[in-house]
């Protein structure tokens, strides 16, 4: 129980820490956050009088007040989920990453477990045919695989696929005019749009997971029970996917969890490539245009996945292999 507790108390600490460093960070940023604002909002012709109102209005943080107060109050806002207003949109901070969160789950996770089957069925082959042609061509082409980043393959389909071939559209995340609904228009106008970034974070992630599985699919082959299967007679197929597949994917649980929040991150490039609305897409536009507000609770959603991600496959790893008990993982 204390194990759980500790890790459970770890999740809100976490975030406290990365609030604050987030909160340090973006006022050590040249001029300023206070100072950009106020130059923005004078070119909009905000009379100077009512500069400072506007900012704590859209960052909700007084900004003639101490720099404690406003970490206090910087705080407070996020507890509250209050992270102010976008000063490029003019719009709840809430609202717009509530609008862009769905698209980039969709991504990372549609991508992440298509990367995981497709790597892992690939690895198992290659561990029970060791050696083989297969073995050898599909070791260098995961190789190849890990060697290109994602990015470049995605910019390789977007000039061939979309500009040149017209056979993909080259941004949004639904064509325009068709209202979200369960409709087959809808879903197949989705899938449509969300094809080459899913295909471009599946390719770049198969090769490793590949290589992984078939390093973990050899071991397990080399187990004495095993060696027992089969000399009771069992089948390949049977050990295969009784013996060899279950305890080689184990070790490979966590990383796919801790996967899913390392790619979120991830999505910056990817969505900025393809204009899709998502986390990372907006991400890059409050860079941009100076909003920090935005940028702030992007970095703070990026996050807090993160560590649930890890909090997850902390918690569930004694549940998914039965060798591994909560009092054992507290002591690595």
Known sequence: MNYYLRRTLRIPLT???VATLTFGLIRLLPGGPFTQLRIQLIRQGVPVEQVNARIE?????????????????????VAQLDLGRSISLNQPVMEVLARAIPWTIFLVVTSTVLM???????????????????DQMASGSSIFLMAVPYYIFAVVFLFFLAFQLNMFPTGNAVDRGVEASLSVEYVASVLHHAALPILSFTIGGIGSTALNMRGNGIQVLGEEYVEVARLRGLSDSRIATRYVAKNAILPMY???????GFRLGGTVVLEQIFSYPGLGYYLI????????????????????????AVYVADLTYGLIDPRISAGDSDGY
């Open 254 to 260: 966590t990383g796919l969890l801790l996967l899913i």
């Open 116 to 134: 995981f089957v497709i790597g892992v069925l690939i690895g198992a082959v290659q561990a029970y045919w060791e050696g083989s042609t297969f």
């Open 57 to 77: 209005a859209l960052q909700n943080i007084r900004p003639d007040a101490p720099l404690w107060q406003q970490y206090l109050d910087y705080l407070v806002g």
């Open 285 to 308: 536009s409050a860079v941009q245009a100076n909003d920090y507000p935005l940028m702030m609770g992007c970095f703070l959603i990026i996050t807090v996945t993160l560590v649930v």
């Open 15 to 17: 975030v406290l820490a």
